[in-house]
């Protein structure tokens, strides 16, 4: 269930969810299945769902895919006929789903149980931040419409977007200890390896993210992870 070049990072892009316009659903579901869980805390197909949107977009913007270039048949063929590492395209959505769910879930976890807490202010921010986004989408009624069509829900879009704060502040801390400082070695073989990829500002930057998710996948060994395959298959675009 590996398709690295498509793990996001611990920071979601919200921009990216109204990026294309991928449909995806969920067909019949149960609402007591658990379709995964991590050190027993299962997570909402609401919750997973939004990852799959994500994992959507991400991988047809990668394939060149946009609402200016193709059309709902060049989109639809895609996913019937697109294989990876030789696995259907729908298939590597759903893995890319439930590792990206999984990874944000663990450091999340790792949060809270290293005593992060946001400030009033801090969680005052996420509601500012929210409101603004459902305003610009239409109002409270026409977002949830296009949540749902994403397959995920306001309750869900909402707690993934506090998680982020939590894993950022837990990376401040972490940065702010020493625990994500670079040598000079360290920067210039990263520098060398990412140099398409990251700008000479950035570059520092980047490494330290790195070295994060490095710390946070050993975290992510270290847990409990359940992931139901077969249930995961209810999943569909």
Same mark, same amino acid.
């Given at each position: 269930?590996?398709?690295? +070049?498509?793990?996001?990072?611990?920071?979601?892009?919200?921009?990216?969810?109204?990026?294309?316009?991928?449909? %995806?659903?969920?067909?019949?579901? %149960?609402? %007591?299945? !658990?379709?995964?869980?991590?050190?027993?805390?299962?997570?909402?197909?609401?919750?997973?769902?939004?990852?799959?949107?994500?994992?959507?977009?991400?991988?047809?913007?990668?394939?060149?895919?946009?609402?200016?270039?193709?059309? @709902?048949?060049?989109?639809?063929?895609?996913?019937?006929?697109?294989?990876?590492?030789?696995?259907?395209?729908?298939?590597?959505?759903?893995?890319?789903?439930?590792?990206?769910?999984?990874?944000?879930?663990?450091?999340?976890?790792?949060?809270?149980?290293?005593?992060?807490?946001?400030?009033?202010?801090?969680?005052?921010?996420?509601?500012?931040?929210?409101? %603004?986004? !459902?305003?610009?989408?239409?109002?409270?009624?026409?977002?949830?419409?296009?949540?749902?069509?994403?397959?995920?829900?306001?309750?869900?879009?909402?707690?993934?977007?506090?998680?982020?704060?939590?894993?950022?502040?837990?990376?401040?801390?972490? @940065?702010?200890?020493?625990?994500?400082?670079?040598?000079?070695?360290?920067?210039?073989?990263?520098?060398?390896?990412?140099?398409?990829?990251?700008?000479?500002?950035?570059?520092?930057?980047?490494? +330290?993210?790195?070295?994060?998710?490095?710390?946070?996948?050993?975290?992510?060994?270290?847990?409990?992870?359940?992931?139901?395959?077969?249930?995961?298959?209810?999943?569909?675009?």
């Amino acid at each position: 269930m590996k398709f690295c +070049k498509y793990l996001i990072s611990f920071i979601l892009m919200v921009s990216l969810l109204f990026a294309l316009g991928a449909c %995806s659903g969920i067909s019949d579901p %149960s609402d %007591s299945a !658990v379709y995964i869980s991590v050190d027993s805390k299962p997570l909402t197909k609401e919750y997973i769902g939004y990852f799959f949107y994500v994992a959507q977009s991400s991988m047809l913007s990668e394939a060149g895919h946009t609402t200016d270039n193709s059309t @709902d048949e060049d989109i639809a063929l895609y996913w019937q006929t697109t294989e990876i590492e030789g696995k259907n395209a729908v298939e590597v959505a759903r893995d890319v789903a439930a590792d990206n769910a999984v990874f944000q879930t663990v450091q999340y976890l790792k949060a809270v149980a290293e005593g992060i807490l946001l400030t009033s202010d801090e969680q005052a921010a996420i509601d500012a931040d929210v409101a %603004s986004v !459902v305003t610009a989408q239409g109002g409270e009624e026409a977002f949830s419409a296009l949540l749902a069509d994403m397959g995920t829900n306001m309750q869900a879009y909402k707690q993934i977007i506090t998680e982020n704060a939590y894993i950022s502040k837990l990376y401040s801390t972490y @940065d702010a200890n020493g625990l994500l400082d670079i040598s000079d070695a360290e920067l210039l073989a990263f520098s060398e390896a990412h140099a398409e990829e990251f700008s000479p500002d950035m570059m520092l930057d980047a490494a +330290k993210k790195e070295k994060f998710n490095a710390i946070a996948k050993q975290w992510e060994k270290d847990a409990e992870i359940f992931i139901d395959d077969e249930a995961m298959k209810q999943f569909e675009i």
